[in-house]
């Protein structure tokens, strides 16, 4: 544990300075008027990590899946309404995104402790950051100010998130399209080190695909059969689900990733030097990794008067 924390002040100063350039967000948005919001949305993801270790990666998963989609507003959290189709079961979403509950936790704690004042872009993005750090990953400043959305997009969730299929022109050509770059996508890719996939999202990989360890795929199908089990899961990193580290690199290097998607980072491409990279020096992925996250939370969020402070995050005021 001593390893992880030798990195945890410097790194905080730089995406300090990193969130800092965005005018519109702060770290110290909510300093006077809702000082408990970081303590309480921490002591919520560790009581939810406590039982069950999965849902840190579905509340990243969740920002993730919040910010590509018309940028970090907390659209993924509404539910569909008689004038929009959310999207929550867009393709991408549909019985796969999770952890709506913990976030239903957390701004009922800050709606008592500061009423009408957090919004759940804000909550969201705090969850995400606490579930990686929790589970042995980087601290970062999370710049703050974000408010949310009145409306949601299943036709946009359909179109901006990438596929587990994706090859990587398609990869660095999304991420592009949301002002990240290549690096930052590799970066964010790390991701994957903990949590785990549905059979459907990667049976063609371990059935149809050459550029797997044998061994690997003969596991794996173990857990994912020809046909059917579509929802059955198997670990993105076969070593430590649970733990945020840089085995998600080495088993690209070997063959070993679970997504299509995973495997397009090292397959004689633009990337392998930068997974080779992340592969031997973990402190580099951790400080790629939490600068990207300041990036990608960055994406165009709703500000001033813009949107709304959700009194319930699943539903418009």
Sequence with gaps: ?????????????LILLVGCANAQLSPNFYATTCPTLGVIVRNTMREAINRELRIG???????????????????????????????????????????????????????????????????LALAARDATNLLGGPIWQVPLGRRDARTAS???????????????????????????????????????????????????????????NPTFAANRRGVCPATGGDTNLASLDVQTPNRF?????????????????????????????LVRLYSGNI???????????????????LTGSNGEIRRNCRAIN
Excluded: W
């Design 283 to 301: 402190a580099t992925f951790r400080n790629d990794f939490a600068a990207a996250m300041v990036r990608m939370g960055n994406i165009s969020p």
């Design 154 to 212: 299943q036709s946009a969730a359909n179109a901006n998130l990438p596929a587990p299929t994706a090859s990587l022109a398609a990869l660095i050509s999304s991420f592009s399209a949301q002002g990240l770059s290549a690096r930052d996508m590799v970066a964010l890719s790390g991701s994957h080190s903990i949590g785990f996939a549905q059979c459907s999202s990667f049976r063609t990989r371990l059935y149809n695909e050459t550029n797997i």
């Design 57 to 123: 990666a579905s509340i990243l998963r969740l920002f993730f899946h919040d910010c590509f989609v018309n940028g970090c507003d907390g659209s993924i959290l509404l539910d569909d309404t008689a004038t929009f189709t959310g999207e929550k079961n867009a393709f991408p979403n549909r019985n796969s995104v999770r952890g709506f509950e913990v976030i239903d936790t957390i701004k009922t704690r800050v709606e008592a402790s500061c009423n009408a004042t957090v919004s759940c872009a804000d909550i």
């Design 245 to 273: 580290d840089n085995n998600y690199y080495t088993n690209l290097i070997t063959q070993r990733g679970l997504l299509h998607s995973d495997q397009e980072l090292f397959n004689n491409g633009s990337q392998d030097s």
């Design 1 to 13: 544990m001593a390893s992880f924390k030798n990195h945890f002040l410097p790194l905080s100063i």
